[in-house]
T-cell receptor, first 112, second 111 residues
């Protein structure tokens, strides 16, 4: 079983839609949960991070972590064509040797 | 100028050749990482280093070696390249538990 599971998509939505991206994980020692965005032919860039359980909002983006279910989500409101990218979840923790474990990424296309 | 740079950006090489990928950073971070990215497999950790004297194997270190020449420089070597090492390679740095900064990537093709 992989440490982090993520549906690869692809996901295609109309402009203005609400997008939901999800990951599940198996290691309860993870403490930090991140979402990265990767545009084509670019390196990933950090979008949001959350420590432990809870919600975090940043503009049109909301990250949720449910440690009891080992499930994290990223919501994008009022999606824009510029949001078209691959979104990767990532996790780490002190007790996991501070290594980062990534999902395979979900490809998102927002259609104007 | 970019905070994390990688050279070369693209490389085609033949089976059995030795190749080195280089990474430099100006962020002043102690932690540096090498990943490879393959379609359907995501990012997988090859090696990581938490300071100049610290080198650790990641998930897929076989066939690779690294050198941390200075705080700002971390090189990845393929001693004898093979076709299944064809991939996109990323260097990353980190100063915290949660935030990594990635370079632009090196696209390596082994024929």
């Amino acid at each position: 079983q992989k440490e982090v599971e993520q549906d690869p998509g692809p996901l295609s939505v109309p402009e203005g839609a609400i997008v939901s991206l999800n990951c599940t994980y198996s290691n309860s020692a993870f403490q930090y949960f991140m979402w990265y965005r990767q545009y084509s032919r670019k390196g990933p860039e950090l979008l949001m991070y959350t420590y432990s359980s809870g919600n975090k909002e940043d503009g049109r983006f909301t990250a949720q972590v449910d440690k009891s279910s080992k499930y994290i989500s990223l919501f994008i409101r009022d999606s824009q064509p510029s949001d078209s990218a691959t979104y990767l979840c990532a996790m780490t923790g002190v007790w996991t040797g501070n290594q980062f474990y990534f999902g395979t990424g979900t490809s998102l296309t927002v259609i104007p | 100028d970019a905070d994390v740079t990688q050279t070369p950006r693209n490389r085609i090489t033949k089976t059995g050749k030795r190749i080195m990928l280089e990474c430099s950073q100006t962020k002043g971070h102690d932690r540096m990482y090498w990943y490879r990215q393959d379609p359907g497999l995501g990012l997988r950790l090859i090696y990581y280093s938490f300071d100049v004297k610290d080198i650790n194997k990641g998930e897929i270190s076989d066939g690779y070696s690294v050198s941390r020449q200075a705080q700002a420089k971390f090189s990845l070597s393929l001693e004898s390249a093979i076709p299944n090492q064809t991939a996109l390679y990323f260097c990353a740095t980190s100063d915290h538990n949660y935030e990594q900064y990635f370079g632009p990537g090196t696209r390596l093709t082994v024929t």
